[in-house]
């Protein structure tokens, strides 16, 4: 039996940078403080296509600007610390940022896509002239199930090594155990918040906070967050829950995206989502009356959401998860705040999959902050409708009888629908990149 902190231990998680480059760098950080002394001449990662194509054009945090699979991987060969996990790249320095761009100019990072690989995976192998170290990251960006130098193993003490392996871990238990349960049962779990699960939402919402306060400050990436505010003082538009919610999920992807070195409270493996699943509820709660109390449990039940969908959509896929799965952890908790029963919370859910289920996935990049905009007042417009009555009926489309199985629609709409297009997606950036 699993409880609330058990989602928040395993699913929410700090993350400096977006977390698919992120994992790059911590399997390349690892598998070279794996390495006696010695002169690094090569690196060589394989990746599935869903962080291969996730990676390809983000900016990294505390790299100049700089993207790019490869740049990860030499970023965290040269300068991670592989003991912070999703953020092995806080401790880069301008030294070790100069060591990657010399090593990658000399064309000495080799990147494969495994094009049949299904769910994360990262191999990444670092030499010297005289040894070879390997990672391999799978599942979870941070898993990192085998470790070895020369082709001995290093983490065979690990006891949750086979258990990672075989895909019977800590999260797929968890993923496992939430797919039983319904949403009354998962609201029920808000029942058993404690000191230190409210603690840490705030510590959740402080630090993606930042980001937004950085991305309208300096309008970085594609400034929507700051767009956004500056209509509404030019009186071109006009301010409302709906509006704050997106500038405030908008302008924390703007800085994120454009690799500025804040960390994120990420949400089910992705810095995004997190964003997604915490920033609305906390734009809207401006505009009503509640109590401090409501709104961190709005968050937890947006967590635990976010976590429910994704463990029926696969930890990557093609479609956006900010849109589908935090978007209904959003949806639902913005419902919650506003005092909707049960029944409101289904119909909000069933509005935002209806909304959004079409939302592809192309990758992380700028333009993602225009979806966290879109996913942000979708969330709130979902809610709101569904408070005054107003939710998608079960004849509609892809859309269930009941929330749980219009979740599981959209599981099985992303692991058995999409996977050709997934392909597609991967397939046009590929050419775009190597046409450009």
Known sequence: ??????????????????????AIALGAAAAAGALPQ????????SLDPNI?????????????????????????????????????LESVSAAAVSQAKAFLAADKVEVKLLPDQRGIYIRTVVRTATDSAQS????????????SLNDLELLTANTDLEANKSGSGPLAELEEWLKRLNLNQLLELLDNLDAEDRKFIEEGVTVNLRLADYGLKHGSGLGIGKTLERLVRQRMITRDMILDARILTSSASDARMDGVKLPAMSSAGSGNHGLTAILPIWAVK????????????AIALSHILTAYVKAHTGRLSAICGCSIAAGAGA??????????????????????????????CDGAKAGCSLKLATAAGAATQAALFSLQGVYVKATDGIIGMSPEQT???????????MIETDRTILSIMLDKKFNL
């Open 331 to 360: 949806a639902a908790g913005i419902t919650y705040l506003l005092g909707g029963d049960v029944q409101h919370i289904a119909g909000a859910i069933k509005n935002m999959t209806q909304d959004l289920a079409g939302v592809i």
């Open 52 to 88: 291969y194509k996730n990676g390809m054009a983000v900016s990294i945090p505390g790299s100049g600007g700089l993207s790019g699979l490869d740049t990860a991987a030499a970023l965290g060969a040269f300068g991670g610390n592989p003991e912070l996990k999703l953020e092995v």
């Open 38 to 45: 010695g002169e690094i001449i090569s690196i060589e990662v």
């Open 407 to 417: 979740m599981q629609n959209v599981g099985t709409l992303s692991t058995q629908g």
């Open 1 to 22: 039996m699993y409880s609330v902190k058990d989602i928040l231990n395993i699913e929410v998680a700090p993350a400096l940078g977006c977390t698919e480059p992120v």
């Open 286 to 297: 401006d505009y009503v009356e509640c109590d401090h109390d409501t709104v961190i449990e």
């Open 136 to 147: 391999i990251i799978q599942d979870i960006h941070d898993n990192i199930v085998s470790l």
